[in-house]
């Protein structure tokens, strides 16, 4: 009972924290589930429940312990959110034991099917939470991760699932080894090698266009600086001392990360004057983040991007969509949470925008061809139906700026960009990241990082620096792009087909019992 409750949901856990930033051992993600598996054998529902809520509490707590860096409380409620979700796998996963007493093939695919719906559902319940999908293990695998292009990061969390339950399936509550049947085995190598073979075809898949150069500024301004004035105008100077070294590159585009201007930026003319007259000094355009103040018709506040032409005018401006719960705005504030505003004085909330923005920078200054982007702000990349958003209204190539200096030197800047790299790989469109302490790297169409900030000493996090990369600003219509999320969808539907037939059928066998007894 003690290995059941404790130690096999231990070991997931564990296996599965390794398996992410800032360990990044992403094979163990192959073999995690594995002792959650064995342990709901035999169990009551309740009980499958709670050992796979044991093991959500862990991992999530571990994986997402840089939260408690802002909020504590927010750390050990999102934890205990978060593990609904495994618990709902093991309550499934038993269920489905009911119905395929000895595990086949058509146990391990309901499984696979269960753990996609539920990571979709927890990717847009509530707003959404889209991070530390189990796909993402998969970031560095290059070609395992093409497949994205079809499924999004729900295919490979499928295949990682599979894998895991094919291998628990022969293994005994005495664990005597992992090799399963051989035509489970076989069927294994199968699907894992015609995933490899797709992705190795996709690497070789050349992407040729237009090139378009772009700098991205890393100012790694400690979180506790960032809005106090008496730093103002050394944040400011070391936005443009580094924007002038990046601009010996001659870039197209300068990028400045999420609120790196310190203040507001149309109000304020002082820091007006000094961006827009950078712009003009390095003669490029400079794209900036900043927070804009009310509208006459929306307020108070908005998280924008703003765009600067060589000539030091204003082009245009981005506000962001998706704003981030309880950061900068509490959900139902002046009801329900009404008591978190004022308990830990939030101030006024931010405005989400309403429109999908994109922006145009030429090809060559002073020439009529121009590339279009799109922007998003924080953590709006983990909502796949954004960039795909912002394809759709024409944007090249995506841009992703950010300020993840709130979680200090922990895994949190990393496991922010495998959501990017997905992107990339689903849309087939480069990603730029350019984030306050890092990780501001570039991403290519197959989801390979080309160039990121760094030190002498190879660091990328916690370090000023700048970037500069080739970007093609070319897209291609991949079934992603054109279906979203078919995929996971289906894994929903087929799952709870299975579900009413499997209760369809015990509903049956019971009424054919009870009318057995009553003729007899």
Avoid at 165 to 188: F, Q
């Amino acid at each position: 009972m003690l290995r059941r409750l404790i130690w096999l949901p231990l070991f997931s856990a564990v296996l599965l924290t390794l398996s992410y930033p800032i360990f990044n051992l992403n094979f163990l993600a192959w073999f995690a589930l594995i002792p959650l598996l064995i342990a709901v054998r035999g169990e009551k529902p309740l009980e499958a429940f709670f050992t796979g809520y044991i093991t959500g509490v862990l991992f999530f707590a571990s994986a997402l312990y840089w939260v408690s860096y802002v909020a504590i409380i927010g750390e050990i409620v999102l934890a205990l959110y978060l593990a609904l979700y495994f618990g709902l796998f093991a309550l499934g996963a038993d269920i489905l034991l009911m119905q395929f007493p000895r595990p086949r093939i058509r146990y391990a695919f309901l499984v696979s099917t269960l753990w996609v719906g539920l990571e979709y559902i927890r990717s847009h319940l509530l707003t959404g939470f889209g991070w530390a999908l189990l796909g993402h293990t998969q970031w560095e695998n290059i070609p395992i991760l093409q497949m994205a292009d079809m499924t999004g990061a729900y295919g490979i969390s499928f295949l990682v699932v599979f894998t895991n339950a094919l291998l628990a399936s022969k293994i005994k509550k005495k664990i005597k080894g992992l090799v399963p049947e051989p035509r489970y085995l076989a069927l294994l190598v199968i699907m894992l090698v015609t995933v490899s073979i797709y992705g190795y075809f996709r690497m070789d898949e050349k992407f040729r266009g237009d090139i378009i150069t772009v700098s991205v500024v890393q100012g790694n301004i400690p979180q506790v600086q960032k809005w106090d004035e008496k730093y103002a105008d050394d944040i400011l100077k070391q936005y443009v001392s580094l924007t002038r070294e990046a601009a010996k590159d001659k870039p197209n585009l300068i990028i400045w990360p999420e609120t790196s201007v310190p203040g507001f930026l149309e109000t304020d003319q002082k820091i007006f004057d000094t961006v827009s007259g950078l712009a003009k000094e390095v003669n490029a355009y400079l794209l900036v983040g900043t927070p804009s103040e009310a509208t006459p018709d929306r307020g108070p506040y908005f998280n924008s991007a703003v765009l600067f032409s060589n000539e030091g005018t204003v082009v245009k401006r981005y506000d962001k969509m998706h704003l981030v719960p309880f950061g900068e705005y509490v959900p139902f504030g002046d009801n329900m949470f009404s008591f978190v505003k004022t308990r830990y004085d939030m101030g006024e909330d931010y405005s989400p925008g309403g429109d999908y923005t994109i922006f145009e920078v030429p090809l060559e200054l002073g020439k009529g061809k121009k590339v279009r982007f799109g922007v998003l702000i924080c953590f709006e990349d983990i909502f796949p139906e954004l960039v795909a958003g912002s394809v759709a209204n024409g944007a090249d190539f995506m841009v992703v700026i950010t300020n993840d200096a709130w979680f200090m030197k922990t895994g949190a800047p990393y496991q922010h960009a495998q959501s990017s790299v997905f992107r990339a790989v689903e849309n087939r469109i480069n990603v730029v990241r350019c984030a306050n302490t890092g990780y501001s790297c570039f991403i290519d169409q197959k989801g390979r990082i080309t160039g990121s900030v760094k030190d002498a000493k190879g660091e990328k996090i916690f370090v000023p620096g700048f970037a500069t990369g080739k970007v093609v600003p070319l897209k291609k219509e991949t079934f992603y792009f054109k279906h979203g999320d078919l995929f996971a969808w289906a894994c929903i539907w087929v799952f709870l087909f299975d579900l009413t037939l499997y209760f369809i059928y015990n509903y049956i066998k019971l009424r054919r019992k009870n009318w057995k007894k009553s003729t007899t």
